[in-house]
């Protein structure tokens, strides 16, 4: 009988191992920094490009604007890099409270003197003549907020035209020339002075009858604020003071951070006139 050797019909040694290549990546771009702003439908924090500030439209004196009523103003420290996030979400707050009875405008406003130059705000407009100055701007790395109340009466246009047109009225009779050959005619020239002359002095009375019953000589020659105007403007300072909290809430910036406003003098008749 033979014996096979250690090497005759040996086992099959068992495959070696392969390793799959690696999957391929595609080389990824390095981050940019993110930017927070505000989604107008969820109200959560997204990540978007960073937003152009609104283009100005016109420009406005703050002379024209009437008296100053009531202001607000605060500075964040370190917070300016959040300045056009700060401004697109108050411009969607405002706009998400559909408030019919103002209008909001982006523009440059000057004070009015000669080489002063403009800074951008927001005019925030009632019909009842009130603007809420709104200005949200950065001073070097600081967030600077703030807006100013104010108020511009309107001409009490039923009283000024009625006071004009009797003038006319009576200044009719004198206008009239006479003539030796037919009948008068009428002369242009002395209707217009004598229209003049008598807005003058019923406008003198009128004036002394708004200076003993209203306190001040113009006062039948502007509209004064009803109660109802007096809520209009004050729902109005309320609604911006609201909003610029919450945009700067949106901006990550912390109400309790901000100057806390106790005392709103919105459309009080004493500040107008």
Do not use: C
């Not at 040694?13 to 439908?41: G, I, K, L, N």
């Not at 807006?147 to 006071?163: A, Q, S, T, Y």
Request: aromatic share 10%; proline share 9%; net charge neutral.
């Amino acid at each position: 009988m033979t014996t096979k050797g250690p090497d005759q019909n040996p086992l099959p040694s068992p495959p070696t191992p392969t390793t799959a290549p690696p999957p391929y990546q595609a080389p990824q771009e390095a981050p940019s920094s993110p930017t927070v702003s505000f989604h107008p439908t969820s109200g959560n924090l997204t990540q978007p490009p960073v937003q152009s500030l609104p283009q100005p439209s016109g420009t406005q004196t703050l002379s024209g604007l009437g008296t100053l009523v009531d202001s607000w103003a605060d500075l964040i420290d370190n917070q300016g890099d959040r300045l056009s996030t700060v401004v697109q979400a108050f411009s969607e707050r405002m706009a998400a409270r559909q408030m019919s009875h103002f209008s909001i405008q982006a523009t440059n406003v000057t004070p009015g003197q000669m080489f002063s130059g403009n800074r951008f705000y927001h005019l925030v407009r009632t019909q009842t003549g009130a603007t809420l100055a709104v200005r949200i701007d950065n001073y070097g790395r600081d967030l600077y907020l703030s807006w100013d109340l104010w108020v511009k009466p309107l001409p009490n246009w039923p009283v000024i035209l009625g006071l004009i047109g009797l003038a006319a009225l009576m200044a009719l009779g004198g206008a009239q020339t006479p003539s030796f050959f037919g009948p008068s005619s009428f002369n242009m020239t002395l209707w217009i002075i004598g229209t003049i002359f008598n807005s003058i002095w019923m406008g003198f009375l009128v004036g002394l009858a708004g200076r003993f019953v209203r306190g001040n000589f113009l006062g039948f020659f502007f509209k004064q604020l009803s109660p109802f105007d007096v809520d209009d403007i004050t729902a109005m300072q309320l609604a911006v003071h609201h909003s610029i909290l919450e945009a700067a809430d949106v901006a990550g910036i912390s109400q309790n951070l901000l100057r806390a406003k106790e005392t709103f003098h919105g459309g009080q008749r004493q500040r107008l006139i």
